[in-house]
């Protein structure tokens, strides 16, 4: 065993090796090539023998994975802690690159307890019986597909197992002589067939946002064994150090929509999620572990429960200070409430995780969508096409118009998804969705009981800045007719610089004053609106207030606001107020969104931005205040605005400085300039 | 009504927690070293930085004094035919500030408890400081009283040069104390503040003996009281104060230098050049003085 090994040579573990092995795994993510893809998997699938893979067979893309699995190298490097390694180069031309003759759908918490407890090989049996049941077509076509994935992973896992053994690595092996087929028998084999499994699902298959769900709880009768087995907590840190670097290694370091990797993992988040009501020694060991490695990935999301421990949440903040950016805190107790109000039960509703983009889950039992209403756009549309008389009348019209969107939308995603496509997105993804193996269907084909919708409205700051401009000068003071001051907006306030100063300079929220009440009436508006949708049982719509990069890609289509922002200038994020906007303190802000209507919410995001090290008990006193007055969520950065100008000059100093960005973290030298430069304009406190 | 020119949420290092701090205006010291010089006057000013200013000329239509002018594109602006009224200063410019405004105790309490529950979970609260607040006594006074009665945690920080019956009026509605200490030796404390130290240790000595509870802010200038002399003073007033739970180094920033210039004020020279030219070995004089005394010695 890799640890015992270790023991041997040094009489009890070697603390320093250890470290060096981590720093050098370190090292190889930063070293990687950013412009290369999986080579062997696109010469695999750009070579396709169709003669021997007919498109016509059911089990088309199970028969593709299992070819691909069988024909790729499993590299291991010596240094590995955990093996499971793709092969990357770069191609001549980067056209059809990355290959979607198989893709997945991602975006999911792959219920990994089931495996660990099972193996695949008990997953299997189970379909096996269920189909048999079931005797239909498509239960026998899913089985078949089950068997040929499982059969080709089992290969794959034993393929690595001799490698890792060639290389010395007798622990890896070990457990994959057994594991992810067999079930696990120690926290390490659950972890190491849990990566193979990622590995084949994030980069074969090929998707982005793959998350780990909850892991401190999934994970803990194999932390008991491991410690049971002689394991000290240290060395238990370690492992899961090893394991959370792996996770750097797949997904490249530039932004999704920057230079992105050729690959269909590019910039995927991996989200482990701990916390909630019952946090455990292993919530803690997570922190540990997470702290050591403080890389951008993973992204450790702490279900924040208002009555856990106080140790816990203690190590919550102190994880903070260090990790920064990699962490989300959100109120448990907040989403828990909101999702027993929906209509779900005390299990479920206990039960749910964050994943990629600050967006919600079910954990395990959900897949979902995502859908950004175009509230910005829409609400230019309404203001400048119609005269009204006062803001209820505008906010009306508004909400109106984004129903009609939303519905629109929503009826689009319910047509019913094609078999033959279901059975490529899910073709591995399914085997790890409890309902999905019962039914022995895939997940839009009936095979799901739960299905989310997260809503997302973005741009809430510069709505409700606009209303609180118009009311002002158009309804209370009466300066302008509203056609009149919509005029002067619509033309960009060209020839009037006297009404954009103006307007720039009114109140605006994020100050903690009574302007914040416009805020507060579009956020009522909005959440009432998503959460009075009826959608067919076991389909849930969440609103949330969350922008991810809108604010600026959609910038440049949208003209003029009545808050003084410009035709294409970018609009506000998230939960957050027109950066720069905020100028009256960091509590001030917090009271300000505090009066979104945020308890009616189970999805979004609020960056909290501070100019230099916070102790953890101002932060823990901030966030928790927070959740008291109705808070969802907290991300930090930490940013010294010296550093940042620094590292746009000379980018090669600063290759591990990452920020915060919408829901997540990223290397701050691999965003485009503009991004740079609106992290610089942020308000830091 | 009392005149302050600031109020700043989310502080962290006027006393314990997060606090609401209150910059009353006016001081009777006028130390050479001073980063709040907006702070000095009792009277509103008006402060310019250019820096900021694109010129616009709206400033010019707006002031009755011709002050403001446009010369070849850029701005021109008179302090001396400044008659303080303010009407210069136009929506959305940053060019141009008032530093003061009137307000009441009554409206600051108000303010400072829309943080209430920041104050709860952090043990934090309100703190005045300035300018002196103790130099606008009544309202002092005043604020104070309305926190308690509010059950807020209330600091002052002051210098100290105030009447010690106006401090005795403050003892049941002041928690802690943030009483500055600048310089041991009496003859430079004069040319380094305007003032003698008498009655500054004299007040300090009252608070020790009536049992409040005192940190002692010690701001640390390089090539002023950066000496071997005034550590060893920081040390012995800790020892010799029982109620002098803690010592806090103030180390020198330059954040204050322009605004000398933005406020038409002039800037002592040796001062100025202390940005570029001196460093002081922090971790070295908090190590030196702790040496000296058991209280804890921090940075601010």
Not at chain 1, 41 to 66: C, G, M, P, Q, W
Not at chain 1, 188 to 199: D, F, M, N, P, T
Not at chain 1, 336 to 345: A, D, P, R, T, V
Request: hydrophobic share 35%.
């Amino acid at each position: 065993m890799y640890f015992s090994f270790i023991r041997t040579l040094f009489g009890k573990i070697d603390m320093k090796i250890i470290n060096e092995k981590l720093n050098y795994l370190k090292e190889l993510v930063f070293e990687s090539d950013n412009t290369a893809c999986f080579i062997e998997r696109e010469k695999f699938l750009n070579n396709l023998d169709t003669s021997v893979y007919n498109v016509e067979s059911l089990n088309y893309h199970a028969n593709i994975l299992a070819g691909m699995l069988d024909n790729v190298s499993v590299p291991v490097d010596e240094n590995d802690i955990f093996v499971g390694r793709v092969v990357e180069g770069v191609l001549d031309s980067f056209e059809g690159v990355p290959n979607r003759t198989l893709k997945s759908n991602g975006h999911m918490s792959p219920e990994y307890a089931r495996l660990w407890q099972k193996g695949y090989k008990g997953i299997l049996a189970d379909i096996k019986k269920n189909a048999e049941q079931r005797s239909d077509e498509k239960s026998m076509v899913f089985y078949e597909n089950a068997r040929i994935v499982v059969e080709a992973i089992r290969r794959y896992s034993k393929r690595y197992a001799d490698a890792a053994r060639s290389k010395g690595l007798t622990r890896a092996a070990d457990a994959l002589e057994r594991v992810p087929y067999e079930p696990a028998y120690d926290l390490y084999s659950a972890l190491q067939g849990a990566w193979i499994v990622h590995l084949i699902a994030s980069c074969y298959v090929g998707a982005r946002d793959y998350a780990f769900g909850r892991l401190d709880q999934s994970l803990y009768p194999y932390y008991l064994k491991e410690l049971a087995n002689g394991t000290t907590k240290e060395e238990i840190e370690d492992i899961l150090a090893g394991f959370f670097i792996k996770t750097n290694e797949i997904c490249g370091r530039t932004s999704w929509n920057y230079k992105r990797k050729p690959i269909l993992c590019n910039s995927s988040k991996q989200y482990v999620n701990i916390g909630g009501e019952n946090p455990n020694e292993l919530s803690f060991a997570i922190l540990a572990a997470a702290k050591k490695v403080n890389m951008a990935q993973p992204q450790i999301v702490v279900l924040l429960d208002s009555g856990a421990n106080e140790k816990f949440t203690d190590a919550t903040f102190e994880a903070l200070t260090v990790l920064t950016d990699k962490m989300n805190v959100y109120s448990y107790t907040s989403v828990k409430s909101f999702l027993l109000e929906k209509g779900l039960s005390e299990e479920i509703a206990s039960d749910f995780t964050y994943s990629a983009c600050c967006t919600f889950d079910l954990n395990h039992r959900n897949i979902r969508e995502e859908y950004f209403l175009p509230s910005v756009q829409t609400f230019c549309n309404v203001i400048y096409e119609k005269d009204f008389d006062n803001i209820n009348e505008i906010v009306e019209a508004y909400f109106d118009a984004l129903r009609e969107n939303l519905l629109e939308h929503l009826d689009l995603v319910q047509q019913k998804v094609s078999f033959t496509k279901n059975r490529k997105a899910f073709v591995l993804d399914a085997l790890l969705i409890g309902d999905c193996t019962e039914k022995c269907r895939y997940p839009l084909n009936g095979g799901l009981t739960y299905h989310v919708y997260n809503v997302f409205f973005s741009g809430i700051a510069t709505v409700a800045d606009s209303l609180a401009a118009i009311d002002k000068l158009v309804f209370e003071e009466k300066r302008f007719t509203y056609r009149e001051f919509i005029d002067i907006v619509k033309s960009n306030y060209q020839g009037n610089d006297d009404v954009l100063a103006f307007v720039t300079s009114l109140p605006k929220y994020g100050n903690d004053l009574s302007v914040d009440k416009y805020a507060a009436m579009v956020g009522e508006a909005f959440v009432s609106m998503v959460n009075s949708i009826s959608l067919p049982k076991g389909k849930y719509a969440i609103p949330g207030f969350y922008s991810l990069d809108k604010d600026n890609r959609w910038a440049k289509d949208i003209p003029a606001t009545p808050d003084g922002r410009l035709w294409g200038d970018p609009f506000s994020e998230n939960q957050s107020p027109t950066y720069g906007a905020d100028r009256n303190g960091i509590t001030s802000l917090i009271n300000s969104v505090s009066r979104l209507p945020l308890e009616k919410t189970a999805t979004g995001g609020f960056n909290l931005t501070f100019s230099g090290a916070v102790k953890p008990e101002i932060l823990k006193a901030l966030v928790t205040t927070f959740f008291e007055k109705g808070g969802l969520h907290v991300g930090i950065t930490v940013l010294s605005r010296r550093e940042l100008e620094d590292a746009m000059k000379t980018p090669d100093k600063y290759k591990s400085l990452t920020v915060r960005l919408y829901g997540f973290s990223e290397y701050f030298i691999n965003m485009p300039e503009w991004q740079q430069r609106a992290i610089l304009n942020r308000t830091a406190y | 009504m009392g005149k302050v020119f600031n109020i700043q949420k989310f502080c962290t290092s006027d006393g314990p927690g997060i606090r609401t701090t209150v910059f009353l205006k006016g001081c009777p010291l006028r130390c050479v070293w001073c980063h709040n010089p907006e702070s000095h006057s009792f009277s509103d000013e008006l402060s310019y930085n250019s820096d900021n200013c694109i010129s616009c000329g709206r400033c010019v239509m707006s002031c009755p004094n011709q002050c403001h002018k446009i010369i070849n594109g850029g701005h021109v602006f008179d302090r001396n035919a400044c008659r303080s009224c303010f009407r210069c200063i136009q929506p959305a410019c940053k060019a141009l500030k008032r530093y003061g405004y009137e307000i009441s105790a009554d409206e600051i309490i108000q303010d400072a408890m829309k943080d209430e529950a920041f104050y709860r979970n952090s043990g934090g609260g309100i703190t005045l400081s300035g300018g002196e607040p103790f130099a606008q006594p009544e309202f002092c006074v005043e604020i104070l009283k309305k926190a308690k009665e509010n059950g807020l945690h209330t600091c002052i920080e002051t210098c100290g040069h105030i009447s010690t019956d106006i401090l005795a009026q403050s003892l049941d509605f002041v928690d802690l104390y943030l009483f500055d200490y600048k310089e041991t030796d009496p003859v430079k404390h004069t040319e380094y503040t305007g003032v003698d130290n008498t009655l500054i240790l004299e007040n300090l000595r009252y608070i020790n003996s009536v049992g409040k509870q005192i940190i002692l802010r010690c701001p640390l200038i390089p090539t002023f009281n950066d000496t071997k002399e005034h550590f060893e003073g920081i040390a012995d007033i800790a020892n010799k104060y029982a109620n002098i739970i803690k010592v806090e180094i103030e180390p020198y920033h330059d954040f204050g230098c322009n605004k000398y210039e933005q406020l038409g004020k002039a800037i002592n020279e040796q001062i100025k050049s202390i940005g570029v030219s001196e460093k002081t070995n922090i971790e070295g004089v908090l190590a030196y003085i702790q040496d000296k005394t058991s209280k804890p010695v921090i940075i601010a």
